[in-house]
């Protein structure tokens, strides 16, 4: 009956190891669905160990690109700073060779510009010392600046008033070596002072500092003539106004070439008639 059954159904009625296995797979089922819980509530904990490599890793990623920016800053720093002095001591050697070049022109247009005739100031206070001063024109710097150190200007101013004057300026010449060239004359430090033959002691070369510039300014304007200057307007220029008045006198001068170691200054008079009232020599004895 029961084989007639089973031959009838069309489906097999389960057995006792059918049932075992359904059983077993049931079980089997229920695990599985119970381990992809444990598995999904346990995935997060293991994507927490990548992520925080991933965030190491994000870190190690962005603490190398700014030590790579810092590197790049420090970098361009370092190039900039290392520009800029570069800038600088390129700068400082063109002022340097731009001064020294500057120097040498002015000197050699001095030379050049020297020609026949010159504008001559002598000036000082009243019993201070006598300078006296030979410029191309009026606004030049001087070519000659002499100090007469044992000869005051009321001195020279009553020597003028009796007559002709002659003042000579004499300095040595020493032998040369072998190659060496001899200084201009116009640039001898020192010299021995002769007014009308009679020594008056020693001259000086000087620079025109800035008394010396305020005298020339302030008689700029003067082509002829001589007075007496206020002290407001150059009031140490020859010294103290113990000393006197500061004085002046002021003419053109011709120049004349004697040799390399003889020059002669004699002052033109306006009106062009009579003999020269002051004359000055200079000469390498």
Not at 41 to 48: E, N
Not at 104 to 118: D, N
Request: hydrophobic letters at 35%; a positive charge.
């Amino acid at each position: 009956m029961a084989r007639a059954f089973r031959a009838a159904s069309p489906l097999p009625l389960p057995s006792s190891s059918s049932r075992s296995a359904t059983a077993a797979s049931g079980s089997g089922s229920g695990s599985f669905t119970w381990l992809l819980k444990k598995r999904s509530s346990k995935a997060p904990q293991r994507s927490g160990p990548s992520g925080q490599e991933a965030e190491d890793e994000g870190d190690e990623e962005e603490a190398g690109a700014a030590a790579l920016s810092s590197a790049q800053s420090s970098s361009t720093g370092e190039q900039s700073s290392s520009s800029s002095s570069s800038r600088k001591k390129r700068a400082d050697a063109l002022a340097r060779l731009r001064s020294v070049f500057l120097a040498a022109i002015t000197h050699r247009r001095r030379r050049r510009q020297l020609g026949s005739c010159v504008t001559g100031t002598i000036f000082g206070r009243r019993r201070g010392r006598v300078h006296v001063a030979l410029q191309t024109d009026p606004r030049s710097a001087p070519v000659l600046l002499v100090e007469m150190a044992a000869y005051s200007t009321g001195a020279l101013v009553r020597e003028m008033s009796s007559g002709l004057v002659r003042l000579a300026l004499e300095c040595e010449k020493p032998p040369l070596n072998a190659g060496e060239k001899r200084r201009p004359l116009l640039e001898e430090p020192t010299w021995r002072a002769y007014c009308n033959g009679l020594k008056c002691g020693y001259a000086v070369h000087r620079e025109c500092g800035a008394d010396e510039w305020r005298v020339l300014g302030a008689v700029e304007q003067v082509s002829v003539g001589a007075g007496v200057l206020p002290d407001d307007g150059a009031a140490g220029a020859a010294g103290g106004a113990s000393e006197g008045d500061l004085m002046y006198m002021r003419a053109k001068f011709e120049r004349v070439v004697g040799s390399r170691d003889s020059e002669a200054f004699y002052m033109m008079n306006p009106d062009g008639s009579g003999g020269p009232e002051l004359s000055i020599y200079l000469l390498r004895v």
